[in-house]
């Protein structure tokens, strides 16, 4: 506390570069009473770092708000799409590009024969165009192949989607309740299609892979028995054969630590080791 009332007294200056998203590199300098020193990566702190074995620390704000350098990091997230929504959308540039040269070829016909319906009044109406005959017919065999694009097809495969998420949802053959346990309530809980533009890729997969344990399932670590000094505590089974629940010996470790002073030091070694040496973080439901 001392140190920190000393700190009113000084003149610190702290000389940072422009904000970027560079988060291995860092370029500044400090300025503590007309001494400087230069600043790197190993003095810059960013969100999320973990300081250990330190009593205290003294800090300065560098980057905040838009300028720190996670925002600068981050990204919208990129839009899902399936496989068949990836092929339509390719489909629907390749029939607009050969709906434009169908266009494109029907209006150099029309002008190259104009000459022969010229005469006829209700084909070849006489009215000056804004734009020259190639251009003006462009635009109107464009219009007439129009009928090309399919685009009802959006709103169909859209409204599949949305029934074949209901259908997800509702499904009793997909509904999880795990016995003898009391997860979401006791009540379990359905399938969720959390993008409806994805139910189509379900039909597709062939293989899963998974890295671990955990993943794809509920990984639940259960301490059940310990060994201490080549001895056991703890039961894998009860006396009917049923798996026990939770750890059992905690009766045999205390009475084994009153009667034996020589299994006493290890017992509380290996308590000491669980109780420090872990990275379980303490949350509330």
């Known amino acids: 506390l001392q140190q920190i009332e000393t700190l009113k007294t000084k003149t610190v200056k702290v000389v940072a ?17 007309g001494k400087k020193d230069s600043l790197s990566a190993t003095q810059l702190l960013l969100r ?17 708000g838009g300028d720190t ?29 050969a709906q434009g040269l169908l266009a ?29 005959d190639i251009c003006a017919y462009w635009l109107t065999f464009f219009t007439l192949y129009s009928n090309l694009m399919p685009i009802s097809l959006y709103p169909t495969t859209e409204f599949c989607n949305a029934m074949q998420s209901y259908f997800i949802r509702n499904d009793k053959d997909l509904f999880y309740r795990e016995p003898d346990s009391d997860f ?45 000094g080549g001895v056991k505590y703890g039961k894998m089974t009860g006396d009917t054969g049923e798996p026990t629940q939770g750890f059992t010996g905690k009766t045999d ?3 084994a630590m009153k009667s034996d002073a020589k299994t006493k030091p290890g017992v509380e070694a290996l308590l000491e080791a669980l109780a420090v040496t872990h990275t379980v973080v303490l949350t509330e439901k």
Request: hydrophobic residues 35%; positive net charge.
């Open 104 to 132: 494109l070829l029907s209006s150099l016909l029309h002008d190259q024969y104009k000459g022969y319906f010229h005469h006829l009044w209700y084909i070849f109406p006489h009215k000056n165009l804004w734009l020259p």
């Open 184 to 228: 979401n309530g006791g009540d379990g809980f359905p399938a969720r299609a959390r993008s409806s533009n994805l139910c189509t890729e379900l039909g597709q997969v062939k293989y899963i892979f998974s890295d671990k344990t955990g993943t794809l399932t509920q990984n639940v670590m259960e301490l059940k028995r310990l060994s201490i």
């Open 17 to 33: 570069e422009e904000p970027n998203g560079n988060i291995h590199n860092f370029k500044g300098s400090l300025d503590y009473n």
């Open 69 to 97: 350098r996670m925002i600068l990091n981050s990204r919208p997230a990129p839009i899902k799409l399936s496989s068949l929504e990836f092929f339509t959308n390719n489909s629907m540039k390749l029939i607009l590009i």
């Open 253 to 255: 470790i205390q009475n």
């Open 48 to 64: 999320g770092t973990v300081l250990r074995n330190t009593a205290f620390c003294i800090g300065i704000v560098v980057y905040c």
